[in-house]
């Protein structure tokens, strides 16, 4: 008796499965993703909390952000007053460069460094932020008590 209900419940899961999955079969162009986000950081009613969920976003997706997209969160930080969320995206943007960070990294700061010096904005490496604040030196580098 039990395998008489479950053979028609199990098609019936499998096909719900199948019917929930085929909704997503539209593909959006780089050019309309980049339209949509550089639209959302520029939309003059964002505020702080559509701010950070937009950077949470994009960070989320499996793809760098093109300059312009980041011009636009630069502006809409500077917009909302948050200085040291447009350094703590800046920090994040390098992050997710991953083992290419020496290549695309400088590269995005080039791209963007006239934003960032009209918005007078500073990166991360200018803060010190890519050193270590409370970094020790090596155990074995140190003479006497002075090193410490």
């Known amino acids: 008796m039990l395998s008489t209900i479950r053979a028609p419940l199990m098609r019936l899961v499998s096909l719900r499965a199948v019917n929930a999955r085929s909704y997503s079969s539209a593909k959006e162009s780089d050019e309309d993703f980049d339209n949509k986000w550089e639209s959302y950081f520029k939309r003059p009613t964002l505020d702080g909390w559509?701010?950070?969920k937009g950077i949470n976003d994009m960070q989320g997706f499996d793809n760098f952000p093109e300059p312009k997209i980041v011009v636009a969160c630069?502006?809409?930080?500077?917009?909302?007053n948050e200085p040291s969320l447009a350094t703590r995206y800046l920090e994040a943007l390098k992050w997710k460069a991953g083992k290419d960070v020496k290549v695309i990294y400088p590269w995005l700061i080039q791209e963007i460094k006239p934003t960032l010096d009209k918005l007078k904005i500073a990166t991360p490496e200018e803060l010190g932020y890519d050193k270590p604040e409370l970094g020790l030196?090596?155990?074995?580098?140190?003479k006497g008590?002075?090193?410490y």
């Open 137 to 142: 030196k090596n155990v074995f580098e140190m």
């Open 50 to 52: 559509e701010l950070r």
């Open 145 to 147: 008590p002075n090193d």
């Open 74 to 80: 630069l502006e809409a930080c500077r917009r909302l």
